[in-house]
């Protein structure tokens, strides 16, 4: 780079010397020659450009271009979806709620405990977990690990109260129906094991 009628800037000069096809001490010297003002900044780019390692492409040993190979497949994934694209319960407008508690024969307050996390899975008949499943349009696999997950419920990231709302321990299936005012013979009904 050469001086001509305006004055280059710092970073001007910069960077055309970190462009510089060499960076050895031919070309920092003839840099400081030619813009002394920029001593100090051209010597520390110079130390920075030299620090730049460059391997052969035969360099690696095999376990290495493994790991890279590896993580090159994890980072070339799709990005996680969000919870609500994962949860089917967590996109469920109101009507929607009232639909599938209609669906399946219990109040809302039912779905909105699964909704919430506070339902032991392992208390909950395969047939009930079934039938809720069709009711929301997903897998009987996804259902259970999304009502096994911790709860982490919407309302408990947003609160005025002093204290913040915690989520209540996870109650079994039966508990939840007799708290709803579910029927004796309607709790029977949904607490068989029907396949």
Known sequence: MTQGNTKPTLEEVLDAYAVEAIHDRATLESYL?????F???LVDLSREVSRVVE???????????????KAW??????VARSADEID??????????????????VPRQVIT?????????ESVPKSFLAAFARALSCTVDLLSSVISETSGSDFSRSYKAEIK?????AISFEK????AGVSEAKRTELLAENK
């Not at 020659?33 to 003002?37: C, K, L, M, V």
């Open 33 to 37: 020659r030619d813009f002394p003002q």
């Open 39 to 41: 001593a100090e900044e």
């Open 55 to 69: 391997y052969d492409e035969g360099s690696l040993s095999a376990t290495e271009e493994a790991l890279i190979e």
């Open 73 to 78: 497949q994890n980072h070339a994934q799709p």
């Open 88 to 105: 089917p319960l967590a996109k469920l407008s109101v009507p929607q709620l009232r639909e599938v508690a209609h669906q399946l024969g």
């Open 113 to 121: 405990a699964f909704r919430e996390r506070r339902v032991k899975l």
């Open 165 to 169: 709302p915690t989520a209540g321990e």
């Open 176 to 179: 939840l129906l007799i708290d």
